[in-house]
Structure formats: C-alpha cells, structure tokens
C-alpha cells in the first residue's frame, strides 16, 4: 500500500536509528528526503511509489550513468525511502565510475558480460575481465563496433604503454579473448581477431613484493585512529598466515576454532581448504577486535563496517587496500618501486618464513599451494640462499 512522503520519512528515520545509524548521518538523509518532500508539495502527489521515485529522480537529474560523489549519495537516500518500507533494507551502494560505456556499444558489452557469466567464473575475474573491456570500449573512436580494426587495438595498448608488460599482456589477454567471441557473433570482423599478438610473458618473471620482518611488524602498530584493533587483526592474518585480502574478508566466526587455536577456511582462488594455526599475537588481536571493537551484529562476517549498517566486507572492491598502504605511510616504510596492497603481506610472510629456514612444502601448506613450485619464485628474493648457492667467478 502506497504511502506518502512524510509517513515514509518517519519510518525511515526511526529504522535507520534501530541499525545504529549516527544523528548526523540521519540528518544527511532528511535533508534528501525534504527534497523529495518539497518535488511532491509541488505537484500536489499524495502518495510516493516507484513511479513516483524514478520521476523524482529523473527531474533530479540523478539517473545518469557518472554521478558525481554528492549525487550518489542523494541516490541512495532517496533509494532509502521505498527499500525500507517495501523490502526492509537498505539499498545497494552505487559504485562511481570514471566513464560508462557509451551507449553505441552498450549493447555488445553486456552481452560480452552474460557470457563470461555463463561461463561460472568467480565474480573477482567477471569483475575484472568486464573492466579491462569497459576501458577497451571507453576510448573506441569509431561509431560501429562492426568498423572496429586493429588499429583500435593498437591505440588502446599505446596508450597503455606505461605499465608492465606483465599488465599489458593481460590487457591484451582480454581483448583477444572478447574480439574473438564478438567475431564469432559477427559483432566484428574475423581480422581482428586473428591479428591479435601475444605479449611474451610469465606471472613469475617479475619480483614478488616483499617487506622485512622490521619494516611489517612497524605498519602492523601503525593502524589508523578509526578502527585500530580491527585493521590491526587484518594485517595480522596476511602478514603472518599469509592469507589473501579475499579470504579475510569471507571469514566467518566459525571459522575461528578458539579451543584448538585455529582458523578453518576454503581458499575463494583454489577451492582448497586450509587449516592453519592460530599464533598467540594473531589470536589475541582477533579476541580485542571482537570484544572490544567489532559492532554488536549477527552478521557471521568476522569483519564488518564500522559505520551503519555494519555490513560486511564481501563485495567490496579493494577494501582493504587502503588499510594496508595507510599503514605503510604511517610508519615510513619505503614503498618505492614495490606494491603496498595486502598481496605484498602474503609475499612477505612467505619470504621471511623461508629466511627463517621454514621448509618449502610447510610454506606451501600455510599459503594453500597445491603445487610447491609456486611456492618456489619466493626463493628469488632471498639473496642469503641464492649467494650460498652461488658459483664463484674464474678470475681471468
């Protein structure tokens, strides 16, 4: 049953305090909501519904495929109104994008993205198969996708000139693969397809990322003022387990085996379960997060928001990586010429277990490789190993 605008405000209001929303926030989404109160006083509307929203949002000026951050919250807040009444919830987040796909290829594109669909992969590489793709199309000149040639292609990859060959050839890796399925469809011209190159390169011929056992221990005491003892926990669980950003932020509570001093696990990237131990100082961080930190919730999520509505941190994009690079900045670490994300963490557990004597396979193990010749491109960096195993040079 439709209501009106004021009846849908106050209940909106009086859920969001129940989910632990501060005044100041609430203020933020009345302000919004008197916007749409204001649109309807004017056209005299009694009662607001889903035409009623989208007309408001349209006028607003908020249907646009690039809102600016400002408009994407006004979206949400309106959003709010008719998600709360009708299904209880909040709405979904609206993620900026820098530029959409323009309308001429849109079509294409999201059959591109039903397919990879199709095709069971895990989200993580739709996610981002579908950008590489949408950055593709973004800076495509022509009118007609069915005009595209190889000099589209060429462009694109020159304009990529500054990264690594090891992105590029992962750029290109997607392009061929989208080229050759449009071909199929007869989106595009067989041509361009076959005259796709191959990048020469290995995932392992760069260095892995790693950082001294001094230089981790000083970012893991750096954690910001906001959520110290749960940053502090997450740094933890990479730096020493050596687990992996998406696997930290899928753990559940039940997952921590307390008794046995251990966390319990299946890897999102193998499918492989994993077993670890449970050292003391990783233990007792997680115990201060959830005592004396983490919101009151019955979301299984070890990690949550620390803002309303203590979601968790599954489909987040990248959430931790500002964790760790504002951890790598507090405490002066030298960054230069390295990744600062919470991978480099993973690669620098691994690197100072096996400085520390650690054997291959028990490496393997904790990381969750299935094949310990992974586990052997550490043995790249530890230059102590490599000079024992060095030959000496004849002198001339």
Known sequence: MSKNIDELASQAGQMLAELGYMPGTIQHYKSSWNKA????????????????????????????????????????????????????????????????????????????????????????????????????????????????????????????????????????????????????????????????????????????????????????????????????????????????????????????????????????????PVRLPLPEEVMLALADYLRNERPKNPNEHVFLHHRAPHDSFEDAVNAFHYVATGAYVRASVNTMGKHHGMHSLRHSAATNMLSGHTGYPVISGILGHSNANTTRKYMAIDVERLRVLSLEVPRG
């Open 37 to 272: 109160r204001r649109w309807c006083s004017e056209r005299d509307i009694k009662c607001f519904d889903r035409e009623q929203e989208e007309q408001f949002i349209v006028d607003m000026g908020l249907n646009g495929n690039v809102l600016s951050r400002v408009n994407r919250k006004m979206l949400r807040q309106v959003r709010t109104l008719l998600s709360l009444d009708n299904d209880g919830c909040l709405p979904p987040y609206s993620r900026a994008l820098s530029e959409d796909v323009p309308d001429r290829f849109r079509h294409v594109f999201d059959a591109y993205v039903s397919v990879l669909e199709q095709r069971s992969l895990a989200r993580s590489s739709i996610r981002g198969q579908s950008c590489l793709i949408r950055k593709f199309m973004v800076g495509l000149r022509i009118n007609d996708f069915t005009d595209l040639s190889m000099e589209d292609v060429t462009a694109h990859l020159e304009a990529c000139s500054w990264m690594t060959a090891q992105s590029r050839a992962g750029i290109l890796y997607a392009i061929r693969a989208f080229t050759a399925w449009a071909a199929g469809e007869e989106l595009c011209s067989p041509a361009v397809a076959a005259a796709m190159p191959v990048i020469p390169g290995h995932k392992h011929a760069a260095l892995p990322s790693a950082y001294a056992v001094t230089e981790v221990a000083a970012m893991v005491a750096a954690t910001g003022a906001g959520c110290p003892r749960r940053d502090r926990a997450m740094l933890l669980l990479a730096s020493v387990l050596g687990m992996r950003a998406g696997d930290i932020r899928a753990l559940r509570l039940g997952s921590l085996d307390w008794r046995a001093r251990e966390v319990r696990f299946t890897q999102a990237k193998t499918g492989n």
